[in-house]
């Protein structure tokens, strides 16, 4: 038997980052067997669904290198696999259910759907179909239909005895029928929900394990009940624990970023974030964090998934994020950064800068944030920066001139000489080496946080230096003029 998983996103959105955390595993399942991994599109929300959101959905997996043998773009034997295009099967498949007595015709409207819940809710009982159309009698049903009368049809669920299965997961699961609704399988306009479409398509698609979240344990009894009324055989189920926020509850947009394009856009890895994601309720037997998909698929087991809900940490992420950027080479890291670097930047550019960045970067995204002063005409920032603390604006100036007149002095300014030079001169006002360079840092950057300062100051060159130099010069001229003397008097 030939192992076949997929995964089966509907397209009513941007690309969920669930949506990525599901397919790993179940890429790496079909790997580790020699399988084949397919990507089905659930589109029969005709109102939500998009053809922009499907390609996003595509180009996010793509990007991950979350690759599918079968899909609506790559074609396969068991297409089509887009389920707005298979509409004729799933009404064929409803009519053998109603058939066989295993479904039924629904006439009730939606005014009395909400009654029979608002009731329910007030009584403090689980919401669900009261069963009224359950006894119509089949020729009375058709008449209905006949006449034109709207109608879904439903599930017969068994009103006693229990549904179980066996978990790839979490061992044996069982559920109560008297708990399970006698779920929707056909809407009045002809479209499948989620539960007929979702089996038709696993059994026709020749799925062998059904690898999903955890919120579709409850729904389980339902598909159950279908394979069985159609006398096939089941697939195992497997369901993965959700991925959550820090107060457990499940990830979502109010809390967490979940779309796949966004992390994308702020310079996350790709091989970062499936690493992140594969770290989400699993771990390979050498215990450590960073590791390739590569190394998923060699040790996946579903004993080693622990059912314990993942916190989805972003403060995590980066540190993985940053530690992966730190492994790229030069010219790949230069390439993936160009993107990311001002608009007009060469890649020459960001070859030149990247040595001094690429150990303070988490993100890609913040190498134009870390770099812009490389780029800007003049730099901007409060001439109160470059005052040390405990010095009066006046001796401030005095030693930013006493460097000004060394660095001009200097014929090619390398690393090495700004940084002996400058500890010299702090040695010989008396002043902390720091106060010094943080002076020279936010006069040069204008910014208390940048890559090496020294380093930074070769790599913008002798004039620009010069410049941004003399222009705080002036800056602490003017504040030393305003400031007044130490005891009050003026200066």
């Not at 509409?87 to 409803?94: Q, S």
């Not at 034109?148 to 790839?168: I, M, Q, Y």
């Not at 995590?316 to 030069?330: F, M, V």
Request: with cysteine; net charge positive.
């Amino acid at each position: 038997m030939t192992v076949r998983l997929r995964i089966a996103p509907s397209p009513t959105g941007d690309p969920h980052v669930g949506t990525a955390y599901i397919a790993l595993f179940n890429l790496a399942f079909a790997r580790r067997h020699g399988g084949r991994f397919v990507l089905r599109i659930e589109d029969t929300d005709r109102a939500r669904s998009t053809p922009e959101s499907e390609r996003m959905i595509s180009e996010s997996l793509r990007w991950l290198g979350l690759l599918w043998d079968e899909g609506p773009d790559v074609g396969g034997p068991n297409g089509p696999y887009r389920q707005s295009e298979r509409g004729a099967l799933y009404r064929k498949y409803a009519d053998e259910l109603l058939e066989k007595g295993a479904a039924y015709r629904c006439f009730c409207s939606a005014e009395r759907l909400d009654q029979v819940r608002k009731a329910q809710e007030a009584a403090k009982h689980q919401p669900r179909y009261d069963g009224k159309c359950r006894i119509l009698p089949r020729a009375e049903a058709e008449a209905r239909v006949a006449a034109g009368e709207p109608h879904v049809v439903r599930l017969r669920v068994p009103e006693d005895g229990f549904t179980s299965f066996a978990d790839l997961i979490r061992g044996e699961v069982r559920i109560e029928n008297r708990t399970v609704d006698d779920q929707v399988l056909l809407k009045s306009d002809g479209m499948p929900t989620y539960h007929l479409a979702n089996v038709v398509d696993d059994r026709l698609m020749g799925i062998t394990h059904v690898v999903r979240a955890e919120e579709w344990i409850s729904s389980t009894p339902k598909h159950l009940l279908l394979y069985r009324a159609f006398g096939w055989e089941t697939p195992q189920f497997g369901h993965m624990p959700l991925l959550r926020n820090s107060d457990r509850t499940k990830i979502s947009k109010r809390k967490n970023p979940t779309s796949l394009k966004w992390y994308e856009a702020q310079g996350y890895l790709p091989e970062a974030l499936v690493n992140f994601l594969a770290l989400q309720g699993f771990s390979v037997p050498e215990g450590i964090e960073i590791f390739p998909f590569s190394r998923v698929v060699e040790t996946f087991e579903f004993s080693r998934i622990n059912t314990t809900g993942p916190v989805f940490d972003l403060q995590k992420l980066e540190w993985l994020n940053g530690e992966y950027i730190r492994k790229l080479g030069a010219e790949d890291l230069a390439q993936r950064l160009l993107p990311f670097a001002r608009p007009g930047t060469s890649l020459e550019t960001v070859r030149s800068i990247l040595p001094l960045v690429q150990g303070r970067l988490k993100r890609l995204g913040e190498f134009q944030e870390l770099t812009d002063f490389f780029f800007a005409d003049r730099v901007e920032y409060e001439a109160g920066l470059l005052v040390p603390k405990k010095l009066e604006p006046a001796r401030a100036v005095e030693g930013l001139r006493t460097f000004v007149q060394a660095y001009a002095a200097m014929a090619a300014p390398v690393a090495t000489e700004i940084d002996r030079e400058g500890r010299a001169i702090a040695e010989r006002l008396g002043w902390k080496v720091g106060d010094l360079f943080m002076m020279l840092r936010v006069a040069v950057t204008g910014k208390t946080a940048t890559p090496p300062l020294c380093e930074t100051m070769v790599a913008l060159g002798k004039d620009k230096v010069a410049a941004r130099l003399d222009e705080a010069v002036r800056k602490l001229d003017g504040l030393a003029r305003t400031a007044p003397s130490p005891a009050g008097q003026p200066q």
